[in-house]
């Protein structure tokens, strides 16, 4: 893009052009969290899954050969890690929002130490919040980095004694916590919310469903609207960092633990 006359970073002169990335300036981009264990990044199969679906959607192109040779070749050198990896669509190539379609795909890996074992809080609480998700189908499902309405509702649960929040969209369906994904017990029947609306379709999400679909454990992705939480019976929340763990407590009322969440969450851990 031409016509930059200065760039200043924390009020000084900057030579990179990184400041320039359309990831920092409009979220154009799209992330994976990533355990490592024994050298070798679990799920891979599923993170790049939906690495590749999500540049198709957004129509950003990564050479996903070379990012993904390139995760390989790090996790092989850790016994446990954590990798976050960050794809935007680089530097604009144009004014304001729109982009060419020729800009030059860029891509960030962060290492971290892998997360301790610490144990789960006892009881796992979890509530609901009042903040809502916008509805957008062309979003729908992708780990964008756009994640503003997460950060508001982090912090809603700040004071609270809650691991984790349940969020609506904005038409009043279940959608997922502010980090996790969502699986219920309601009316007898296992359940997840459908991510056609909004949401992000998880790496975890995606195992349990798979797992499940192994096990014949009848698992059904659906429409939940948010006041049928009153009903719920079990829950249980899935990340990638985290498998899948059983809440004890929504909104202060005591849930059950299902054998059919144990069961899940011992396959996910094996897989």
Known sequence: MNGLLELLVDGAPGNATWPLDRGLQYGDGLFETMRVQGGRVLLLDLHRSRLAEGCRRLFLHADEAQIWNQVEAVAARHERALLRLQVTRGESLMR?????????ARWFLAIFEAPRHEPMPV????CTLPNRLGENTALA?????SRLEQVLARQAMVGSNAFEGLLASSSGL?????????FIELDGEIVTPALDRCGVAGVMRAAVLREAGRAGIELHVTD??????ARVTALALSNARMGLVIADELDGR????????????ALVSAA
């Open 141 to 145: 499902g992708l780990k964008h980095c």
């Open 254 to 265: 005591a849930l059950a633990r299902r054998a059919r969440f144990e069961q899940l969450a």
């Open 174 to 182: 279940l959608i997922s916590g502010t980090m996790s994904n969502v």
């Open 224 to 229: 939940v609207p948010f006041e049928s939480l």
């Open 123 to 126: 009881p796992m609480r979890v």
């Open 96 to 104: 304001g929002y729109g982009f060419t379609g020729h800009e030059h």
